[in-house]
């Protein structure tokens, strides 16, 4: 059974007027072991919206995100199970099946009928996962830089998967750091946080996200998203096999309005943030010019 904390509020989480990260309410909850972690928005409708990070890395990478809603959502922004301020126990690892859970606790904290899911990368696989199982619970889904779950792979690729892990153990966890930021921005300022936020990790902790991330993909290539998807990849994405599955994805599915962002790479939302947001605005509904120009500015 899962309880609501509220952790102690600074004074910048006490400006709920701003459109930034400091200005949501710290929260938290337990959940199959796990404090979660989380930051949230009041709205003045009764629409959600779930941001949903990538592997690795945290909250923080929606930080500029925020500013594509309007006061009228909802929003809700985790530490994933061991991600950020959602450690794990020592004797605990990192499992799909639990970061869904988590998910759906959340729904039921806020008694939510509907959210729309953002999801990057691995947040992109777990949005994907809740459509699947649970359609009824989806408005809608923006998905940045992801692979599709229900893809048909070939041999080749299902092998490459299976043996990330294992070659990834070979390389020293500096190493991994290093081309992991690399390969996630073509924005140094990007790759250092990327590089910060990985450093908190161990190697076994990461390759644990990894490796659940990837058993999470099923094939069903006749099963098509009920519901409108926003499908977003950077130009330069060079993260496994991503760019080169989208194409296909979104011609297979009438549900799916993809765009390429030109200049950005597997972080697109953080490489072209003012690009992203205007797609996500436009995709949703929102109305950000409803935040006064100095605070949006």
């Known amino acids: 059974m899962a309880s609501l904390q509220t952790e102690q509020p600074t004074i910048a989480s ?8 400091a200005s949501l309410q710290h929260l938290s909850f337990h959940n199959r072991d796990c404090k979660i972690h989380y930051w949230y928005r009041k709205g003045t409708s009764q629409r959600y919206v779930m941001l949903l990070h990538g ?10 995100q925020i500013q594509a809603f309007d006061e009228s959502f909802h929003l809700l922004i985790w530490d994933a199970r061991g991600h950020g301020l959602s450690r794990l126990p020592a004797e605990k690892r990192f499992n799909f099946e639990d970061m869904i859970a988590d998910c759906l606790q ?3 904290l806020y008694d939510i009928n509907q959210a729309i899911l953002v999801g ?3 947040g992109g696989n777990l949005a994907q996962e809740i459509a699947y199982r649970y359609p009824q619970k989806v408005e809608r889904l923006v998905l940045i830089d992801c692979m599709r779950n229900t893809s ?3 041999l080749i690729e299902r092998l490459l998967i299976k043996l990330a892990g294992p070659i990834m153990y070979l390389y020293p966890m500096k190493t991994l750091i290093k081309q992991s930021a690399a390969a996630c921005s073509n924005r140094e300022d990007v790759r250092q946080y990327v590089r910060e936020v990985l450093s908190q990790s161990t190697r076994r902790e990461f390759i644990d996200i990894i490796n659940a991330t990837m058993a999470c993909l099923h094939e069903d290539s006749n099963w098509r998203f009920p519901q409108p998807v926003l499908l977003l990849c950077g130009e330069d994405d060079k993260s496994g096999i991503i760019k080169k599955t989208v194409f296909p994805w979104a ?5 799916i309005s993809l765009h390429i962002i030109d200049g950005a790479s597997h972080n697109s939302n953080q490489d072209q943030p003012e690009v ?12 950000p010019t409803l935040f006064s120009k100095e605070l949006v500015n």
């Open 120 to 122: 990057q990368s691995m």
């Open 106 to 108: 959340l729904y039921r």
């Open 251 to 255: 011609e297979s599915d009438p549900q």
């Open 14 to 21: 006490l400006q709920t007027e701003q459109p930034t990260m």
């Open 276 to 287: 992203v947001n205007r797609l996500i605005a436009e995709f949703v509904g929102s109305n």
């Open 152 to 154: 048909s792979l070939t």
């Open 55 to 64: 592997g690795g890395i945290d909250h923080q990478m929606f930080e500029t």
